[in-house]
Each structure stands twice: as structure tokens, then as C-alpha cells.
DNA sequence: AGACTATTCAAAGGATCGTTTGAATACTGG
DNA sequence: CCAGTATTCAAACGATCCTTTGAATAGTCT
């Protein structure tokens, strides 16, 4: 085979790419910093591991340029340095979800009931939102709402949602939402809901798939 | 962190599909399984790697889901999977050519003058096909012409393209594609088409790439 | 059924990766 | 300039991965 010197050289820088996805741990990072920056002792502790491990792994996204970061006081954040690298992990989690069959196992096991939740696509709720009769809930942490959320969603991290609920209108149906089809917040916001009376579902993806698929995000009171 | 086994068992299942991209070998092998079916014997000869080394790389690809096989004769033959996993690839191929200054490097030094061939990208070649002014070359081996090519285009592997020259209408602009934006056959069908005196121009991607785009792709006369 | 052959398996080596530990670095903030 | 601290580095260990070799398997085809 003629070329091969460039196609091994070529398929060589691209495989570090793929080797920088092949870590659990990895993952998590990326599947964090798609909804906010992170400084390297806010991931350790998020995923469990130590500063050291975190930083290592970092690292190895760093160098394939799926990261960048940026200083601020004495701490270092990290961010996704691209939206293709959304779309990356999107597509290895379409795929798990669409063949893997452990990730049924997995889903089954831990988000038990989840169908009953009745999963809303974006399309579909993006319609809705232009009625007055859906109140959008982002369950995830304040600091994840406040760089960029569904427009019009009010803040509740799940934590809190217990001591807000006299807050919240029941005559609207509620849609909760958080990081992604596998984050369970969403999960536990609507099973808590639903035991105190409201009508409430979960939204199927989170926000960066929101905003992979072109739709609008507020950040601040101002849309994107 | 609560719910840590759910995470670390889920993120580990989706890090084998990363896993699975974490090889220059695999990723080659995504590259030629876009294009058509393989058997094992015929991936091992094209990569330059031994059957049995080739063998167990699709073993992995076969774990992580992304191909399937059959079985024609005493062959095995290896395909995606997945329209999905083309978009995994195109993903990481996206991320790697804007972010990775070492592969613009090696296309520098590999491809030449490549800036010289005017990429014609899908959407533009799509609105020129219906005027009858161009002639669309597919370079690539003609077995991966016939599991789907461009519509209207005519197969000649780049190997006959000096063969049959003299049957090209030279008033006519011909544009060459192969397997994709890394692939060599077009930049070496422009190259030795412009040395005879004709006006040609290379497709920026390939065919998996307008197969992606959802643009039709003819195969056996018949529309897809 | 038996010869043939494409593919897979098993074992073994060398290379690379993941994690921990403790020290070094680099920047901040006063 | 100095103290403090978030982050990175270096070394070392075990675990995992890649490749080769030779044998085993599982099908086909006569």
C-alpha cells in the first residue's frame, strides 16, 4: 500500500481524539463541562477522584484540544473547547443508548419508572412554550442555570425543590429538566412532584442537546 | 456523590465505544467500512496490518457495537453497525482538522497543493448537477462504487483513469470524489487531469459525507 | 464425509494507561 | 516580596492494550 506513511501519521493524531474519549472518567468531564466551566477541584470532587487524577485526566483532553482554559483569581477553568465536541459525545451516546444493551440494564436498574415520566422531546416542548400552561423547572445546580438555560425556565436545584414547592402554581404541568438523558435529577424532581400533587414530567435531554439542536438559550436575561 | 455506581457503570459501558475509537487502526477501518462491506482479509490487505492483528480490532469494533457482520460464502463480511457511527467519525474528524495543528501539518506535507484543487463541498456540487456541464468522477475502487455512489457518476478507479482519458469530453468541468476529505485518489486524479489539459476540481468530502448530508445516492441505477 | 480455508483464539512480550503519593510549580493577594 | 494555595509534575505500581505466533475453529465446497 503506497501512503502509508501518511495514512498512519494521519489516523495517529485523530485516534488521540478517540483515545481522549475512552475513560469513564473522561466522559464525565465532558458530559460536565457541556453544561459549565469547571475548575479542576470542582470536577474532582463531582466525579470522586483526586485532584492529581483529575488533573491528569485533563490533561489528556487538553492536549486533545478538546478543552481549553482560562485563569480567574487562583483557579483554573476548564470549558469545552468547541461545540463539535458536544456533538461528539452526543454521538457515542446515541450510539450506547441505541445498541448497548447494558445501558437498558443500567437505566432500568437506576432510573426505575422512567417511562412513566413521560419524556418530552425539545420539538415538542419548544411548542409548548409559546402556550402559558407548561412552567419549565431547571433542576441542576444554580451555578450550571446561570451559564445559559431554557428560555423562561426558573431555577430550582433539586436540593431545594422541597422547600419551594408552595411556590409553584398547580394548575400548570411542570416540566423538569437537567443535564442530559442520563442525569437524574430531572428523574427525582418529577417522582417528588407527582407524590405532592402536581402534574409533572421530565424533558428527555438536557440543555446543551437544547442547544446542539439550534434552539434558543437565555443566559442572563438575554437570549443567545 | 451519591448515585456513583449508576454513573461509573454508565459512563464505563459508553467509554467502550470510546475505547473503540481510540486506535489508528479502528479508525482506518471505520474510514473503509463507510465506503462498503469488508471481509477480514481484505481490510488486514489494505491497512498493512497481519489478518489475525486485524481480526482482533474488529473484535473490539464488534464488542463496542459499532459493526456487524455476515457471512457470504466462506467470507465474513464486516459493515457498520450504524448510520451513527459515521457520524462519531465525522465528529472526530471535524474536532481533529480544526483544532489539531499537527494534521494540517501532514496534509501540507502529504496533499500538497491541495488548496490549488478548489474543494467543491456537497450543497454547491448538488445545485450544479442538474446543468449538464460537469462530469462527476468517482476515483475509488470500483467495488466501493457499487455499494453507492453519487448520482450520475461514472466509475473510474483511479488506477484505469490514465486508460481512459481519451473518453472524457473535454469541454466538460469534471469534479472527482473518493472516500473522503483525507483521501488521496481525488487529489490524484485532479492532479494528472489538469497535466492533460482537462479543467477538474476535487469534492471536499466523500461519499459517506453526502450520504450523511441526506443527499441521494444511486446504487445499482436505483435511487436510495 | 473430508479437504480446504477464512477467521478466531490463546499465550506471551512489550508498550501504554490509570492511579496514588509526595514534591514542585505558578500564580494570587496582601 | 512573601505566604498561601490551586494545579501540575515525577516516579512507581498494577492493569490494560497491541502485536505476533502458532494452533484451533467453523464454516464451505467438492
Redesign the interface.
Known amino acids: 500500500?503506497a501512503?502509508?506513511e501518511?495514512?498512519?501519521?494521519?489516523?495517529?493524531?485523530?485516534?488521540?481524539?478517540?483515545?481522549a474519549?475512552?475513560?469513564?472518567?473522561?466522559?464525565?468531564f465532558l458530559?460536565l463541562l457541556a453544561q459549565r466551566e469547571w475548575s479542576v477541584e470542582e470536577l474532582a470532587?463531582?466525579?470522586?477522584q483526586s485532584i492529581a487524577n483529575a488533573s491528569a485526566h485533563l490533561k489528556v483532553l487538553r492536549t486533545?484540544?478538546?478543552v481549553e482554559t482560562r485563569r480567574d483569581g487562583s483557579y483554573i477553568y476548564y470549558r469545552l473547547?468547541?461545540q463539535?465536541?458536544v456533538?461528539?459525545w452526543q454521538?457515542?451516546?446515541?450510539?450506547?443508548q441505541?445498541?448497548?444493551a447494558?445501558?437498558d440494564r443500567?437505566?432500568d436498574?437506576?432510573m426505575a419508572g422512567r417511562d412513566d415520566f413521560q419524556p418530552v422531546d425539545a420539538q415538542t416542548l419548544l411548542n409548548r412554550l409559546h402556550e402559558d400552561d407548561v412552567l419549565l423547572l431547571d433542576v441542576r445546580p444554580k451555578a450550571e442555570y446561570d451559564q445559559g438555560h431554557l428560555p423562561g425556565a426558573r431555577s430550582v436545584p433539586i436540593d431545594e425543590l422541597e422547600s419551594h414547592l408552595e411556590e409553584l402554581d398547580p394548575d400548570r404541568e411542570i416540566i423538569a429538566y437537567c443535564r442530559g438523558p442520563?442525569c437524574?435529577f430531572a428523574d427525582e424532581a418529577v417522582e417528588l412532584l407527582r407524590q405532592r400533587g402536581f402534574q409533572a414530567r421530565r424533558m428527555a435531554d438536557g440543555l446543551p442537546d437544547w442547544r446542539m439542536a439550534g434552539l434558543p438559550v437565555q443566559r442572563e436575561g438575554v437570549n443567545e
Chains 1, 2 share one sequence.
Do not use: C, W
Request: charged share 35%; no cysteine; aromatic share 8%.
Open positions: 500500500m501512503h502509508r501518511f495514512k498512519d501519521r494521519l489516523y495517529g493524531e485523530f485516534a488521540r481524539i478517540g483515545k474519549v475512552a475513560s469513564p472518567q473522561r466522559l464525565e458530559d470532587n463531582e466525579t470522586d486533545a484540544q478538546l473547547a468547541d463539535n465536541v456533538r461528539l454521538a457515542i451516546r446515541d450510539i450506547g441505541e445498541r448497548l447494558e445501558i443500567i437505566v436498574q437506576f442520563y437524574l
